[in-house]
């Protein structure tokens, strides 16, 4: 059998190239460098306008709500709003699921 399938020889292995550590290291680091500058910070950066939006609303604002509802709210609580919707009908939400403050006169304009 030896003599149709020739006999494969091993060779010893080389050393590895020096430095190929470092590179790994600095290949992550920048890795989650880029990460950071792609995906982290501006996340953080609209959150932090989203609770300042939030924490500056006030009665008489006009709203939109993350589910798309239109609405002036008419009262405010510690943690939720109170939007009027249509006439006579109210509607309770949380402070965090107001996603933008319209300017005054929308909610006409769009009626």
Known sequence: MSLLIPAA???AAGDAPAGG???QIFFLVGLFVLFYFIAIRPQRKRQKEHTEMVSAL???DEVVTTS???GKIVKLEDN???L???EKVELKF???HINAVLPKGT???IQ
Do not use: D
């Open 58 to 60: 006030g009665k008489g």
């Open 107 to 109: 909610l006409k304009s």
């Open 84 to 86: 009027l919707v249509a």
């Open 94 to 96: 949380q402070r965090s």
């Open 9 to 11: 020889h091993a060779q």
């Open 68 to 70: 798309g509802i239109l």
């Open 80 to 82: 939720f709003a109170v």
């Open 21 to 23: 550590e470092m590179f």
